[in-house]
């Protein structure tokens, strides 16, 4: 049963820490998207890549955030420096054409 | 820009009766996908159903059906005969499938559902 993986699946920082969440895409999904869920804001896409090339990274935060995909089996998101108001959970989903197969989601609390 | 309405922030439905959840959505691209999602109280999103701008009938998966009324933007979730673990928040999204942008969902806020006995 394949699915997507995430690590941590909770992570509880101090303001100013530098905060790296991993993705394992399913094996042989092409597209992986890194979404942002808070009460507030509900679901943010905040990039997303195409055979591991970003194609759109427009609704994350340029200063503090970054996205890499260094292989196919792996996609990390990195906060630096992190803060209070990046709290929230981070969804990592892959897909090949029309679904889109989330994660259980990185919990992060910035205090 | 594309968008998402969701009208209903919760909604509660007996076991074993059918539920609608309303979705309209505005885009200007002839070309694009509506999916609905399943978020459960543990957190992860659940894929239920896709349907295409140009697909001809609705789209069923099981008992998820979705209402497709491509006149009036609008791609309703109806899910038959509730279960007490239809319980979670629901979420319609669009995907706009233009030139270097497929593939991007633009979520709606979300319904609550709740099944009672």
């Known amino acids: 049963d394949a699915r997507v993986t995430q690590t941590p699946r909770h992570k509880v920082t101090e303001m100013g820490q530098e905060v790296t969440m991993r993705c394992q895409p399913i094996?042989?999904?092409?597209?992986v998207f890194w979404y942002r869920q808070t009460m507030m804001q509900g679901l943010e896409l905040l990039a997303y890549?195409?055979?591991?090339?970003?194609?759109?990274d427009s609704g994350m935060p340029k200063d503090r955030f970054s996205a890499e995909m260094p292989d196919a089996t792996l996609a990390t998101l990195k906060i630096q420096p992190s803060e209070p108001r990046d709290s929230a959970v981070y969804f990592c989903?892959?897909?090949?054409?029309?679904?889109?197969?989330f994660g259980p989601g990185t919990r992060l609390t910035v205090l | 820009a594309q968008k998402i309405t969701q009208t209903q922030p919760g909604m509660f439905v007996q076991e074993k009766e059918a539920v609608t959840l309303d979705c309209t959505y505005d885009?200007?691209?002839?070309?694009?996908?509506l999916f609905w999602y399943k978020q459960p109280s543990s957190g992860e999103m659940i894929f239920l159903i896709y349907q295409g701008s140009y697909d001809q009938q609705n789209a069923t998966e099981g008992r998820y059906s979705l209402n497709f009324q491509k006149a009036r933007k609008s791609a309703n979730l109806v899910i038959s005969a509730s279960q007490l673990g239809d319980s979670a928040m629901y979420f319609c999204a669009m995907r706009v499938i233009s030139t270097g942008t497929a593939s991007k969902l633009t979520f709606g806020t979300g319904t609550r559902l709740q099944v009672t006995l």
């Open positions: 989903a892959s897909g090949l054409s029309n679904e889109q197969f």
């Open positions: 890549f195409r055979n591991r090339a970003p194609l759109d």
């Open positions: 094996l042989g999904h092409n597209t």
């Open positions: 885009t200007s691209d002839p070309s694009y996908g």
